[in-house]
């Protein structure tokens, strides 16, 4: 696992918006093959972190790279991918055609496209409602389309930003089984979430505060370090530390 | 650049619109209306119109009619007097001289008198009979507005100068002869204007309303983080825009063709290529101005800031002739002005790429530059 380096490496990434530091001197290194959660309270500079790594907000300091190459970087395209925050479809295509269209931009040949389609529907259950058009989908399904479109390339290193919000329990279980199945594979798979349960089932967790990474390991010595029995409290443990 | 990639673009934005019937009968559709419910309100004083004269008249002693009456013509505002041609000058043929200057489009008219025009006159007012006289005009009739304005003015300019001179106006015949769009009606004079204005309507709206959309949809941002590049998004675009504003302009043209029976002297290729660039070009300023707002709203905006203009002031339904001077160099600075300049010539005149080059030209620079703009404002984020 380590001999391959570490996935993303970033250092001292900052993003100011006017007097609003987002993200503020971080560091980060997240080892391949392993889940990644990135959790931290609404505006904890998440999102900005990983639009900087994709290259979509331009930082205002330092460095990162990711899987060896210094962003921004074009053509990583068929190894990363990315699904944002918002569901981002297409809603006047349907869940097939919105696959299809981001299989063709990463270049997928048609018979690769087809077998690629089927599969992605099949993790996040909507092969059944492949001809429906993303805007007639629930709330929900849009959002598992969304991580569909996400995989479809079968990438190395995915950034995942709440692919599980408003996704009901039992697709949830499934989404992990997937997830820990690529991992199995040696992909990278970086996510964000508000669940703390979801957050003891990454292999690291970083927790961000204001901007700042405040804390970061597995979830078992963040809990040892601070003595609590829950995320949630040892959160709120490492933000009273770092107030200190 | 891969083509793959600017293709799927292009097919995802046709797909988009081909789940949305309304839109696409739209687009079709539209113009199909403009073209009857603009064609007949048709409007627009005339002013400054180009003109020779050829004035071969020897005159009758001292007097000379026909300076009396180019005195008159002087006057008109309708009419620019771009030269007056005499025997004296130093051209061999003065007539075909004059023709060849509203052949080359250098003037919409050229205003013959004869050489016997004063002593015509005068031998008619003494006898009370025998022949009378005329003057001949070459008319450009590509636009049946100006040929009535400049037969008008002559007509007019007749009549005031004889009513002075000698008290009544003989029976002068104003003979007209058109040199462009002989049997051309109304309709066939404004439709080239009505596709050029229905596609530019149609490409900029959408062009406009869609990357506002892609922008805070959030989809934008998904698609520069796949391999696609801003250049391959711009030009997938352009080519659907391009592609759409090429189906409408084949429908309208269909339409005219079948119902109004228009006349179509030149190639509806050229015509079409005119088309496509102005759609392209249009296509690219939505997506500047889009980009330049921060929701639906302030993109909706700018519609009517590049509509209004352009349906006034860019030759649709009065030439830019009729445009009041002081607003006449906006009329330059519009695309549609050129194109519809160039899709007029061609289907009027006749005129080939020879003609309309630089027409065709500067739409071609303006639609490059527009997706060149476009491309650098999405680098810079
Ligand atoms: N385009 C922008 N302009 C100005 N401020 C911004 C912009 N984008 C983000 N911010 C600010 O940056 C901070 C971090 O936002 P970010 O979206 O990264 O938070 P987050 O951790 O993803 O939150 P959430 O859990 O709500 O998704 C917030 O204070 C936000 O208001
Ligand atoms: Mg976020």
Redesign the pocket.
């Known amino acids: 696992m380590d001999e391959l380096g570490p996935a993303v490496a970033v250092k001292g990434l900052c993003?100011e918006?006017?007097t609003?530091?987002?993200?503020q001197d971080l560091d980060l290194s997240i080892p391949s093959g392993c889940i990644y959660g990135?959790i931290?309270?609404?505006?904890?500079?998440?999102?900005?972190?990983?639009?900087m790594l994709m290259g979509l907000?331009r930082p205002t300091r330092g460095t990162a790279e990711m899987l060896g190459h210094v962003i921004p970087i074009k053509g990583l395209g068929l190894k990363v991918s990315y699904m944002p925050?918002e569901t981002a479809l297409y809603a006047d295509l349907t869940v097939s055609e919105n696959v299809q269209f981001f299989s063709e931009l990463y270049g997928l040949g048609p018979e690769l496209m087809r077998s690629r389609e089927e599969e992605v529907l099949k993790v996040v259950g909507l092969s059944e409602r492949k001809d429906d058009l993303v805007g007639h989908l629930s709330g929900g399904m849009q959002h598992r389309a969304s991580l569909a479109c996400a995989m479809v390339n079968d990438p190395q290193l995915m950034f995942l930003?709440?692919p599980t919000v408003g996704v009901d329990p039992e697709l949830r279980a499934g989404f992990w089984d997937h997830f820990n199945m690529l991992k199995k594979e040696g992909r990278t798979v970086v996510l964000?979430t508000?669940y703390m349960d979801e957050a003891c089932r990454c292999d690291v967790v970083g927790m961000?505060h204001k901007?700042r990474l405040i804390a970061e390991g597995a979830p078992g010595e963040l809990l040892q370090e601070t003595g609590q029995s829950n995320l949630e409290d040892a959160f709120l443990a490492f933000i009273r530390r770092c107030g200190r | 650049m891969n083509v793959r990639r600017t293709l799927a673009i292009t097919k995802k934005v046709l797909r988009s619109l081909r789940h949305d019937r309304r839109t696409a009968g739209f687009l079709v559709l539209m113009p199909v209306f403009m073209i009857a419910i603009f064609g007949f309100t048709f409007g627009g004083e005339v002013k400054d119109v180009e003109v020779y004269i050829v004035n071969l008249d020897q005159g009758v002693g001292n007097s000379s009619l026909s300076d009396l009456i180019i005195a008159q013509l002087q006057e008109d505002e309708t009419l620019d007097i771009v030269e007056i041609v005499t025997s004296t000058s130093n051209v061999s043929d003065p007539a075909s001289y004059g023709r060849e200057k509203v052949e080359d489009g250098d003037a919409w008219a050229c205003i013959i008198f004869p050489e016997n025009f004063t002593s015509d006159i005068m031998a008619y007012v003494v006898t009370l009979g025998g022949e009378t006289s005329s003057i001949d005009l070459m008319l450009d009739g590509s636009n049946t507005n100006i040929v009535q304005a400049v037969t008008a003015s002559v007509q007019g300019a007749v009549s005031d100068a004889l009513t002075e001179d000698i008290g009544f106006v003989p029976p002068i015949q104003v003979q007209g002869e058109m040199v462009y769009g002989d049997g051309m009606s109304f309709i066939d004079t404004f439709a080239p204007g009505v596709i050029s204005l229905a596609v530019m309507m149609v490409t900029f709206m959408l062009s406009i309303i869609s990357f506002i959309h892609e922008r805070t949809t959030g989809t934008l941002a998904r698609l520069l983080a796949t391999p696609v590049t801003e250049g391959e998004i711009v030009l997938g675009y352009a080519t659907a825009f391009g592609l759409v504003g090429l189906v409408q302009s084949i429908v309208v043209l269909a339409t005219a063709l079948l119902l109004f029976d228009i006349q179509v002297e030149g190639s509806l290729l050229l015509v079409l290529l005119i088309i496509f660039l102005l759609g392209v070009g249009m296509q690219g300023l939505g997506f500047l101005l889009s980009a330049n707002a921060k929701n639906e709203f302030q993109a909706i905006q700018f519609i009517p800031l590049i509509l209004f203009p352009s349906i006034l002031l860019s030759g649709v339904f009065w030439p830019i002739q009729a445009v009041p001077a002081l607003l006449r160099p906006v009329s330059y600075f519009l695309p549609l002005t050129y194109a519809i300049d160039a899709a007029r010539s061609t289907m009027v005149r006749g005129w080939g790429l020879g003609e309309v080059w630089l027409d065709v030209l500067i739409l071609a620079v303006f639609a490059m530059a527009m997706l060149a703009l476009s491309v650098l404002l999405m680098r810079k984020r």
């Not at chain 1, 609003?20 to 993200?23: D, E, L, R, S």
């Not at chain 1, 931290?40 to 639009?51: D, L, Q, V, Y």
Request: aromatic share 4%; glycine share 18%; proline share 4%.
């Open positions: 993003k918006y006017g609003i530091k987002a993200v990135l931290g309270p609404n505006g904890s500079g998440k999102t900005t972190t990983i639009k907000v925050q930003d709440e964000t508000h961000m901007g």
